[in-house]
């Protein structure tokens, strides 16, 4: 088992900027991609960054690209996500992902094979 803790989350206006937290626990985190996902009210979770279990392969979604960075530090068991020039649209609740075994880069919830419990991003306009 994986253990996901998301933190980070806030009310920030539009324009603004937050980094968010995942730090992972129970397995080694090495061995795992990494991916955050977002779901708004009333719109099903999308995908929004992922990296692979080295840092080497990253990808994002295009509604985030220029804007959004995602790392990974394995040595602190963490991963991050930084929002930059933040939009009222990426108003949601944020998931870390931890990614099925074999995963290289997880961008669909079916790749996930644990989720944090969610952190709230509110970007009032």
């Known amino acids: 088992q994986v253990q996901l803790v998301e933190s980070g989350g806030g009310l920030v206006q539009a324009g603004g900027s937050l980094r968010l937290s995942c730090a992972a626990s129970?397995?080694?985190?090495?061995?795992?991609?990494m991916g955050w996902f977002r779901q708004a009210p009333g719109k099903e979770r999308e995908f929004v960054a992922s990296?692979?279990?080295?840092?080497?392969?990253?990808k994002y979604a295009d509604s985030v690209k220029g804007r959004f960075t995602i790392s990974r530090d394995n040595a602190k068991n963490t991963v991050y996500l930084q929002m930059n020039s933040l939009k009222a649209e990426d108003t949601a609740v944020y998931y870390c992902?931890?990614?099925?075994?074999?995963?290289?880069?997880?961008?669909?919830?079916?790749?996930?094979?644990?989720w944090g419990q969610g952190t709230q991003v509110t970007v009032s306009s």
């Open positions: 992902a931890a990614a099925r075994d074999t995963i290289v880069v997880v961008t669909t919830s079916s790749n996930v094979g644990y």
């Open positions: 129970g397995r080694t985190f090495s061995n795992y991609a």
């Open positions: 990296i692979s279990k080295s840092g080497s392969i990253i």
